[in-house]
């Protein structure tokens, strides 16, 4: 408390990962020493009911990639980055799901500058760096560029083999017996604007394995001079990841006994360590922190009631994790490459972790423990999961809630305070800006007028752990 008129707080929640044989785990998080031998990029149609609907073809266009690998050499103790473009006669076609016969796997476009994927349509771009006569245990960083157009849905996924499946135990683990997976992350294309999509835009990408994320922010509440109630509010979303390198320096006694030159399944560290960088999911710059911000003015001028609203969410702000695996709208399983005896199959999504729960009914459980609906205890005094104005006796003190809560602010014809979804809950949601300005005016004792403007504006339709720049 700040004397008697204001309150301020502060809060800090820090997810991270730790390794069991690392000489430092700190705050941040670190990685398992799994570099990628490949990284696979997958284009599709974002939205190919469009396209199956007999509307234009405006799916995934792609011109062209370049992979800026940066290595190390030992020896000479050099840096070194080696562009490697991949152009339309790189891309290999995929047809998603295999069995659809309506799924070409990609073709030219109209233009002949750029491969298309339309409807159910999928082609890759691989970088094997063995291939390429590039050891990925020299990797620093790897950068990737691409020239695209249309509606896009990009896939990057990279594959080690120390993240393969064995046949006595499906699930892949690192050297410590520790369960690891690829990093995966999906870049869509900013809403479906016809005109939009017809612009080139280069894409930078910088490929990355999640070690930690953090929430931390301020809010104050009170009255201020001049101003009335103020109820403000900033948090930051840090995302913390690292290319999966680790160096001999970074593990301990027993991993650097267990390295195996020989086998290079069995090398337990590499010859650099990981860049190590944060990832704003939408960002301008790989660097950057997403961050969310609102303020809430109350103002009474006698019988005129004033109410003012202004907020911002970054499209990548998120307080949710996946801990295990990743699954899209469209159902699609995260796979996992198996080895040639394994026949398991491939896992999904569990062990989520949320920063912020969805507690809709407001009795501070959690919903996804107690989901129970949505019966706010003030309409159920007696907690029997009926509503008070619905029961003999109790209705005779208690009203519907139409009679004193009348919110509904995404007009979907449920109250807000009734409302129930799968969301956390934000306040305004998440990717939107806008502002709320409302005021009422006591016509009577017993009789109030009152009208507001809202305006809501998504940033752009970016989503899952994507780490780019759009030019």
Same mark, same amino acid.
């Given at each position: 408390?700040?004397?008697?008129?204001?309150?301020?707080?502060?809060?800090?929640?820090?997810?991270?990962?730790?390794?069991?044989?690392?000489?430092?785990?700190?705050?941040?998080?670190?990685?398992?020493?799994?570099?990628?031998?490949?990284?696979?990029?997958?284009?599709?149609?974002?939205?190919?009911?469009?396209?199956?609907?007999?509307?234009?073809?405006?799916?995934?266009?792609?011109?062209?990639?370049?992979?800026?690998?940066?290595?190390?050499?030992?020896?000479?103790?050099?840096?070194?980055?080696?562009?490697?473009?991949?152009?339309?006669?790189?891309?290999?076609?995929?047809?998603?799901?295999?069995?659809?016969?309506?799924?070409?796997?990609?073709?030219?476009?109209?233009?002949?500058?750029?491969?298309?994927?339309?409807?159910?349509?999928?082609?890759?771009?691989?970088?094997?760096?063995?291939?390429?006569?590039?050891?990925?245990?020299?990797?620093?960083?790897?950068?990737?560029?691409?020239?695209?157009?249309?509606?896009?849905?990009?896939?990057?996924?990279?594959?080690?083999?120390?993240?393969?499946?064995?046949?006595?135990?499906?699930?892949?683990?690192?050297?410590?017996?520790?369960?690891?997976?690829?990093?995966?992350?999906?870049?869509?294309?900013?809403?479906?604007?016809?005109?939009?999509?017809?612009?080139?835009?280069?894409?930078?990408?910088?490929?990355?394995?999640?070690?930690?994320?953090?929430?931390?922010?301020?809010?104050?509440?009170?009255?201020?001079?001049?101003?009335?109630?103020?109820?403000?509010?900033?948090?930051?979303?840090?995302?913390?990841?690292?290319?999966?390198?680790?160096?001999?320096?970074?593990?301990?006694?027993?991993?650097?006994?267990?390295?195996?030159?020989?086998?290079?399944?069995?090398?337990?560290?590499?010859?650099?360590?990981?860049?190590?960088?944060?990832?704003?999911?939408?960002?301008?710059?790989?660097?950057?922190?997403?961050?969310?911000?609102?303020?809430?003015?109350?103002?009474?001028?006698?019988?005129?009631?004033?109410?003012?609203?202004?907020?911002?969410?970054?499209?990548?702000?998120?307080?949710?994790?996946?801990?295990?695996?990743?699954?899209?709208?469209?159902?699609?399983?995260?796979?996992?490459?198996?080895?040639?005896?394994?026949? !398991?199959?491939?896992?999904? %999504?569990?062990? =989520?972790?949320? &920063?912020?729960?969805? *507690? @809709?009914? /407001?009795? !501070?459980?959690?919903?996804? %423990?107690?989901? =129970?609906?949505? &019966?706010?205890?003030? *309409? @159920?005094? /007696?907690?029997?999961?009926?509503?008070?104005?619905?029961? =003999?006796?109790?209705?005779?003190?208690? *009203?519907?809630?139409?009679?004193?809560?009348?919110?509904?602010?995404?007009?979907?014809?449920?109250?807000?305070?009734?409302?129930?979804?799968?969301?956390?809950?934000?306040?305004?949601?998440?990717?939107?800006?806008?502002?709320?300005?409302?005021?009422?005016?006591?016509?009577?004792?017993?009789?109030?007028?009152?009208?507001?403007?809202?305006?809501?504006?998504?940033?752009?339709?970016?989503?899952?752990?994507?780490?780019?720049?759009?030019?």
């Amino acid at each position: 408390m700040i004397g008697d008129i204001l309150r301020l707080g502060f809060t800090y929640v820090n997810l991270h990962k730790e390794h069991p044989q690392r000489i430092d785990n700190p705050w941040t998080g670190t990685v398992a020493n799994t570099p990628p031998e490949r990284i696979v990029i997958t284009f599709r149609d974002n939205s190919p009911e469009d396209y199956m609907k007999g509307a234009d073809a405006n799916g995934a266009k792609v011109k062209s990639v370049v992979f800026k690998v940066r290595t190390y050499d030992p020896d000479t103790k050099v840096f070194t980055t080696t562009p490697i473009e991949k152009g339309t006669p790189d891309f290999t076609r995929t047809l998603i799901p295999e069995e659809d016969p309506y799924s070409k796997g990609g073709e030219s476009d109209e233009t002949g500058e750029f491969w298309a994927a339309n409807g159910f349509d999928s082609f890759q771009c691989v970088l094997d760096l063995e291939k390429e006569d590039i050891d990925p245990r020299t990797v620093e960083s790897i950068t990737i560029e691409m020239k695209v157009r249309g509606d896009y849905w990009i896939e990057v996924l990279g594959y080690s083999s120390k993240n393969q499946g064995a046949v006595e135990d499906p699930w892949p683990k690192t050297e410590t017996g520790v369960i690891e997976m690829p990093f995966r992350d999906v870049i869509e294309a900013q809403g479906n604007d016809p005109d939009e999509q017809k612009k080139t835009k280069t894409i930078v990408y910088e490929y990355g394995a999640a070690r930690g994320a953090a929430l931390w922010g301020v809010d104050i509440e009170g009255n201020v001079p001049y101003l009335g109630f103020v109820q403000a509010q900033y948090a930051v979303n840090p995302k913390y990841k690292q290319y999966p390198t680790i160096s001999k320096d970074k593990i301990d006694y027993s991993q650097r006994a267990a390295d195996n030159p020989d086998d290079p399944t069995a090398r337990t560290f590499s010859e650099i360590d990981g860049k190590r960088f944060e990832s704003s999911l939408a960002g301008k710059d790989n660097n950057s922190d997403d961050k969310a911000w609102f303020i809430n003015l109350k103002q009474r001028f006698g019988k005129f009631f004033l109410e003012e609203s202004f907020f911002s969410v970054d499209p990548g702000w998120t307080t949710t994790y996946r801990g295990f695996g990743a699954n899209t709208d469209r159902d699609e399983t995260y796979k996992i490459p198996r080895t040639s005896e394994s026949t !398991d199959a491939a896992p999904w %999504d569990s062990g =989520d972790y949320n &920063l912020v729960e969805d *507690d @809709d009914d /407001d009795d !501070d459980f959690p919903d996804d %423990d107690d989901f =129970d609906g949505v &019966l706010p205890r003030a *309409d @159920d005094r /007696d907690l029997n999961g009926i509503l008070d104005y619905q029961e =003999d006796f109790l209705v005779f003190e208690a *009203d519907p809630p139409i009679f004193e809560q009348t919110e509904d602010l995404n007009n979907n014809r449920v109250l807000d305070n009734l409302e129930d979804d799968y969301d956390p809950d934000y306040k305004y949601g998440a990717d939107v800006r806008g502002y709320h300005i409302a005021g009422s005016y006591d016509i009577l004792a017993n009789l109030t007028l009152k009208l507001g403007w809202l305006i809501k504006i998504r940033y752009q339709a970016l989503v899952s752990q994507t780490a780019n720049t759009c030019n």
